[in-house]
T-cell receptor, first 115, second 112 residues
Framework: DAGVIQSPRHEVTEMGQEVTLRCKPISGHNSLFWYRQTMMRGLELLIYFNNNVPIDDSGMPEDRFSAKMPNASFSTLKIQPSEPRDSAVYFC?????????????FGPGTRLTVT | KNQVEQSPQSLIILEGKNCTLQCNYTVSPFSNLRWYKQDTGRGPVSLTIMTFSENTKSNGRYTATLDADTKQSSLHITASQLSDSASYICVVSAIGDDKIIFGKGTRLHILP
């Protein structure tokens, strides 16, 4: 299995631009999680889906962030408009079943730099 | 407030030595605790997961302990290797409101 796939691996954009991060979970996994990691705050859960349905988006920082999961094999995290404080590494993870009781498998991350 | 505190923030040891990383939490009601290893530039990888009834769990040279009464966990690394250089993150999940709380990690450097 290829594991969780994220693209792009690196993204550099100017403030105000739209950014779209992509994730393909492990085949057969029912849950998908988006995280953000910074030096100051560590890892933070942004949103998670169970069977393609958003369950908890309380970690999404503000309305500029949105996430979708149109099918079981694809999810996007969009930031519009982007700001310098959004610079971070964004991880996608998938899990065989819902909730936090099961092992999560992380992708390699997307390093976002907003100038 | 649900919190996970890890210590030390960073640690440097010589190859072949043992070390222990600490994790204290206030997450309640407790569901499970995980230790992750994160190599530079990569996503975290799970080392161990423990529920309330488990006191010790091993994964090769990694041994995690859990004291649910004092809300403390430790990760012991035996006979460290250069490849153990990484960040180690403690993660605690709560029952019910489905919360997951991450520690900020301990950065471990193994010197040859």
């Amino acid at each position: 299995d290829a594991g969780v796939i994220q693209s792009p691996r690196h993204e550099v954009t100017e403030m105000g631009q739209e950014v779209t991060l992509r994730c393909k979970p492990i085949s057969g996994h029912n849950s998908l999680f988006w995280y953000r990691q910074t030096m100051m705050r560590g890892l933070e859960l942004l949103i998670y889906f169970n069977n393609n349905v958003p369950i908890d988006d309380s970690g999404m920082p503000e309305d500029r962030f949105s996430a979708k999961m149109p099918n079981a094999s694809f999810s996007t995290l969009k930031i519009q408009p982007s700001e310098p404080r959004d610079s971070a590494v964004y991880f996608c993870a998938s899990s065989p079943q819902g909730g936090f009781s099961y092992e999560q498998y992380f992708g390699p991350g997307t390093r976002l730099t907003v100038t | 407030k649900n919190q996970v505190e890890q210590s030390p923030q960073s640690l440097i040891i010589l190859e072949g030595k043992n070390c222990t990383l600490q994790c204290n939490y206030t997450v309640s009601p407790f569901s499970n605790l995980r230790w992750y290893k994160q190599d530079t530039g990569r996503g975290p990888v799970s080392l161990t997961i423990m529920t309330f009834s488990e006191n010790t769990k091993s994964n090769g040279r990694y041994t995690a302990t859990l004291d649910a009464d004092t809300k403390q966990s430790s990760l012991h690394i035996t006979a460290s290797q250069l490849s153990d250089s990484a960040s180690y993150i403690c993660v605690v999940s709560a029952i019910g409101d489905d919360k997951i709380i991450f520690g900020k990690g301990t950065r471990l450097h193994i010197l040859p």
